[in-house]
């Protein structure tokens, strides 16, 4: 099970720290995503990480998003820094198998938190 939390209302150029706790599995031997869905959009990649801490990135996130993981807590996080009105999204966290970089990697899916950008 993944849980992820931390959204909430920021001004633009704001940050916040978004967490995925999980259960059930150990996120140091999954491929570990972030994803978003804007209102009226599709769900999109945002970043992935793989069990050795490798990391990638949707274009239009590159040097304002970092996805990092710590072992201990079993969580993932994605630090958003930097944030812009079109990052208003609902957020989720999922795990898979597979190339970390992938969208059709990741299967299990959390439930998500909403991030809303005021300008």
């Known amino acids: 099970q993944l849980q992820a939390s931390g959204g909430g209302l920021v001004q633009a150029r704001g940050s916040l720290r978004l967490s995925c706790a999980a259960s059930?599995?150990?996120?140091?031997?999954?491929?570990m995503g972030w994803f978003r869905q804007a209102p009226g959009k599709e769900r999109e990649f945002v970043a992935g990480i793989n069990w050795s801490g490798d990391t990638a990135y949707a274009d239009s996130v590159k040097g304002r998003f970092t996805i990092s993981r710590d072992n201990g807590k079993n969580t993932v996080y994605l630090q958003i820094n930097g944030l812009k009105p079109e990052d208003t999204a609902v957020y989720y966290c999922?795990?898979?198998?597979?190339?970390?970089?992938?969208?059709?990697?990741?299967?299990?899916w959390g439930q998500g938190t909403l991030v809303t950008v005021s300008s």
């Open positions: 999922a795990a898979g198998v597979g190339y970390y970089g992938s969208a059709s990697t990741y299967v299990d």
């Open positions: 059930g599995i150990f996120v140091s031997r999954y491929s």
